[in-house]
């Protein structure tokens, strides 16, 4: 089996698959500071209580925006499948060719993401994630990764409003049931919610504009669920794109790259 980590600011995202099949899903938190045996066993337990365990696992793949925590996830993918993990970054085959100036600045996660999406919809489309920031990705009807926008995400800009003034409290990100709040928290609440909306419904706009006016939209992260009800063109909600991203990347890559064994911390860096 293969086990893929989406390692993001907030959380990280853990799949397991078998063979094309993903198998198991996990979240947890995004930790700095945790080394990789304190991520072991976390991850051991969490395989033992699925039902799966360590034994069947034989190889890794991973996804970092976060590079404080790149090797420690390396040296873990190591330990847990007794193989040294692929890394997405340069020199690793995505299929996709990388239109981005320079290539290196694009988050891993979001190449991924464009990689599952292309795959999905077979032509030109735009990957929304709602996650610590709100990206959005376009990719060409050839498969070319094009570049796209970023945004603070809701919870950034939440909690930019309880820092950043005297007297507005932190608040839960949810429906409000009016457009015009009557109390702060539902003013808050309306401004957040109904104000994403309208940033994501103008971005899709003005990027079908450049790209394509028939490109599929497919939405991913924390918020993709909620903000895919209330948005007409997001097609649909995908919440283990990456997931499945890294699967695919990881198979592309067998056949130039064949996983070998190593004493549990062998790992190659690619950031």
């Not at 603070?152 to 820092?163: F, M, N, Q, R």
């Not at 394509?212 to 909620?226: K, L, N, Q």
Request: some cysteine; proline content about 6%; aromatic content about 6%.
């Amino acid at each position: 089996m293969l086990i893929a980590f989406d390692i993001g600011n907030t959380t990280i995202g853990i799949g397991l698959f078998d063979g094309r099949k993903l198998v198991r899903t996990w979240r947890i938190r995004s930790e700095r500071d945790k080394t990789a045996d304190e991520y072991a066993v976390l991850l051991r337990s969490l395989l033992r209580d699925s039902g799966f365990g360590q034994e069947g696992v034989r190889a890794s793949i991973i996804s970092s925006v976060v590079p404080p925590l790149t090797p420690v996830f390396q040296a873990l993918g190591a330990d847990v499948a007794g193989t040294r993990p692929l890394v997405v970054g340069p020199g690793l085959k995505t299929g996709m060719p990388i239109l981005y100036e320079p290539p290196s600045d694009v988050g891993a996660d979001r190449i991924v993401a464009a990689t599952a999406a292309y795959e999905i919809v077979g032509g030109a489309c735009i990957v929304v994630d709602f996650g610590t920031a709100t990206t959005f990705d376009a990719v060409s009807a050839r498969g070319e990764y094009l570049g796209g926008a970023i945004a603070p995400g809701v919870l950034i800009s939440a909690e930019a409003l309880y820092l950043k003034t005297a007297k507005l409290p932190r608040i839960e990100i949810r429906k409000p049931a009016k457009a015009v709040g009557k109390t702060t928290v539902g003013s808050m609440q309306s401004g957040l919610y109904h104000g994403y909306i309208g940033l994501t419904v103008n971005i899709i706009r003005e990027i079908r504009r450049e790209l394509d006016p028939a490109a599929a939209v497919i939405a991913t992260g924390g918020f993709g669920e909620m903000m895919a009800a209330e948005v007409p063109e997001i097609g649909r909600y995908e919440p283990d794109l990456v997931l499945e991203g890294l699967r695919l990347i990881y198979d592309r890559n067998q056949s130039s790259e064949p996983a070998s064994r190593t004493g549990g911390t062998g790992v190659r860096s690619r950031d």
